[in-house]
Nanobody
Framework: QVQLVESGGGLVQAGGSLRLSCSAS????????VAWFRQAQGKERAFVAG????????RGAEFARGRFRISRDNDKNTVYLEMNSLRPEDTAVYFC?????????????????WGQGTQVTVLS
């Protein structure tokens, strides 16, 4: 079964940028949708952005629009999340999820495979 591995998190000053990566091992993304979610301490996992498996159609949460960009490289079995103009409220553990369908969904229960997460901390 495919496994997901996130990387690229870290500590950054407000206004800075990070690029997260989600790589598939023991399998491929195929034509399935992949999405990024985040979970801040004490809060539920929330949708950030997703990219579809056919045509690469993207969706993003309102807070992500204009600042975050999701992309996928099927040859490398990797999905990226470029985050710019980071704010302290973006601090969270970021997870990528793989859905068993090509369309992006915004509910976490729609995704069946998850990575272990990568911590993003934005300092004010």
């Amino acid at each position: 079964q495919v496994q997901l591995v996130e990387s690229g998190g870290g500590l950054v000053q407000a206004g800075g940028s990070l690029r997260l990566s989600c790589s598939a091992s023991e399998g491929t993304f195929g034509t399935n949708a992949v999405a990024w979610f985040r979970q801040a301490q004490g809060k539920e996992r929330a949708f950030v952005a997703g990219i579809g498996g056919i045509g690469g159609v993207t969706r993003g949460a309102e807070f992500a629009r204009g600042r975050f960009r999701i992309s996928r490289d099927n040859d490398k079995n990797t999905v990226y999340l470029e985050m710019n103009s980071l704010r302290p409220e973006d601090t969270a553990v970021y997870f990528c999820g793989l859905r068993g369908d090509y369309g992006v969904a915004t509910f976490s229960h729609s995704y069946t495979v998850w990575g272990q997460g990568t911590q993003v901390t934005v300092l004010s």
